[in-house]
């Protein structure tokens, strides 16, 4: 089993719906939770991050992490079509470089 | 501005020709890795340093090398480029991964990429 699984889409939604990406991981050790951005020819940009179990909300973007079930989400809501890009989960022990996710595709259609 | 340059951002050469893709940041951060993407692979780590004059392999060195002579650069070299190693390559550096800022492992900047192409 990979360390970090991430369905890789694409996902292709309509203007003003809400978006729901998911990552499960099967190390328990992992503490520290990121969700990337990345647009076509660029590299990856933070989004959002989350230590440890619970809910982030910022503007639009909701990040939420369930440690029990070894589950991070990322929601999107009112998506626009500038969010169409790849948004990739990242993980971390605290202690060790960053797991990514593969990556999953995003275009929300206007 | 902080940043993360590499360069070049596309490059096409053939099998066996050594290179280097340059990578520097402007952060005065320790620790910096590379990685190479591909389509459903994913970001994967090649090689990474956590401080001048320490590297240490990721998931895929095969092929590849580095140096960290100095905190702001970490290049990247192919001594002997093949095909299998066309990709999207990024480098990335953050204060450190054990370092915590704001209650957070420091976020990794990435580079704008280079897209290498052997023939």
């Known amino acids: 089993q990979k360390e970090v699984e991430q369905d890789p889409g694409p996902l292709s939604v309509p203007e003003g719906a809400i978006v729901s990406l998911n990552c499960t991981y099967s190390?328990?050790?992992?503490?520290?939770f990121m969700w990337y951005r990345q647009y076509s020819r660029k590299g990856p940009e933070l989004l959002m991050y989350?230590?440890?179990?619970g809910n982030k909300e910022d503007g639009r973007f909701t990040a939420q992490v369930d440690k029990s079930s070894k589950y991070i989400s990322l929601f999107i809501r009112d998506s626009q079509p500038s969010d169409s890009a790849t948004y990739l989960c990242a993980m971390s022990r605290g202690n060790t470089p960053l797991v990514f996710g593969k990556g999953t595709r995003l275009s929300v259609i206007a | 501005e902080a940043q993360v340059t590499q360069n070049p951002r596309y490059l096409i050469t053939v099998t066996g020709k050594k290179l280097t893709v340059t990578c520097s940041q402007n952060m005065n951060h320790e620790y910096m890795s590379w990685y190479r993407q591909d389509p459903g692979l994913g970001l994967r780590q090649i090689y990474y340093s956590m401080n001048v004059e320490v590297t240490d392999k990721g998931d895929v060195p095969e092929g590849y090398k580095v140096s960290r002579k100095e905190k702001r650069n970490f290049p990247l070299i192919l001594e002997s480029p093949s095909p299998n190693q066309t990709s999207l390559y990024f480098c990335?550096?953050?204060?450190?991964?054990?370092?915590?800022?704001?209650?957070?492992?420091?976020?990794?900047?990435f580079g704008q990429g280079t897209r290498l192409t052997v023939v």
């Open positions: 989350t230590y440890s179990s």
């Open positions: 190390n328990s050790a992992f503490q520290y």
């Open positions: 990335a550096s953050s204060l450190s991964p054990t370092r915590q800022v704001g209650g957070m492992n420091t976020e990794a900047f």
